[in-house]
């Protein structure tokens, strides 16, 4: 049928500050507004996160929408919707203002903030990138080190049967990589990061897919 060739699904994981509620005849929560790395963002709300919403819900506090994305190739909308909605352990979102100027002092200041790459295609997500994202976010913020490295969801890296795919701020990249070995990748770029460069140890070099 016609219109399953308009329509691409694909899953995404989100971090961006809560800016608002979307709110239908003046009292149907329908979604949410979020400040992301690429800008302002509406993430519709699956129905069973519309009822257990928390309004309270402070504007500014860090959020993970995790969900389908579904694209329209004739109109090219994109719409977002969310199965799962919670504080996100990470302040990816800092990216947008800060994006532009840790561009420019990379090359010189060792202290710049750090980005992990991590593909959020379908082929990725269903290999257990969410977990993988997760887990990331998890262990940098038990590291402390969210203020120092963002995490950072990008299109298909053409690696898909090898998903999950992840780059790591050294550029050493990581394929079929699980939640559980997270921990150690994040010691070996992120926690040694300053006298780190990119050498490999063995348990991890049937990983690595480029380094
Ligand atoms: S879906 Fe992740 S590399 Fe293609």
């Known amino acids: 049928m016609s219109e399953f060739h308009n329509t691409e699904v ?12 979307v709110i239908k005849d003046g009292y149907k929560l329908k979604g949410l507004l979020l400040a992301t790395a690429e800008g302002e963002c509406y993430v519709k709300l699956a129905k069973h996160l519309r009822a257990a ?18 694209y329209d190739f004739k109109t090219g909308e994109v719409t977002l919707k969310a199965e799962r909605v919670m504080a996100a352990r990470f302040e990816v979102g800092r990216v947008k203002a800060t994006e532009q ?8 200041s ?4 750090a980005t992990i790459l991590v593909c959020q295609k379908s082929d990725c997500m269903k290999r257990g990138g969410k977990e993988v994202c997760q887990a990331l976010a998890a262990e940098l913020s038990d590291r402390s080190l969210a203020d120092q490295v963002t995490i950072k969801g990008t299109g298909c890296m053409k690696n898909c049967k090898a998903g999950p795919n992840v780059i790591m701020p050294d550029k050493t990249r990581y394929t079929r990589i699980q939640a559980t070995q997270v921990p150690a990748i ?6 040694n990061r300053s006298d780190n460069t990119r050498e490999l140890t063995t348990p991890l070099a049937d990983l690595v897919l480029n380094s």
Do not use: M, Y
């Not at 919403?53 to 579904?70: H, I, M, N, S, Y």
């Not at 100027?101 to 010189?108: D, G, I, K, L, V």
């Not at 060792?110 to 903030?113: A, D, G, R, V």
């Open 110 to 113: 060792p202290k710049s903030k």
């Open 186 to 191: 994040i010691e070996k770029h992120i926690a």
């Open 101 to 108: 100027s840790n561009r420019q002092t990379t090359a010189q």
């Open 53 to 70: 919403f928390d309004l309270r819900l402070p504007r500014g506090t860090w959020l993970q929408a995790v969900g389908t994305k579904k």
């Open 10 to 21: 694909t899953e995404f994981c989100l971090e961006g500050r809560f800016l608002d509620f």
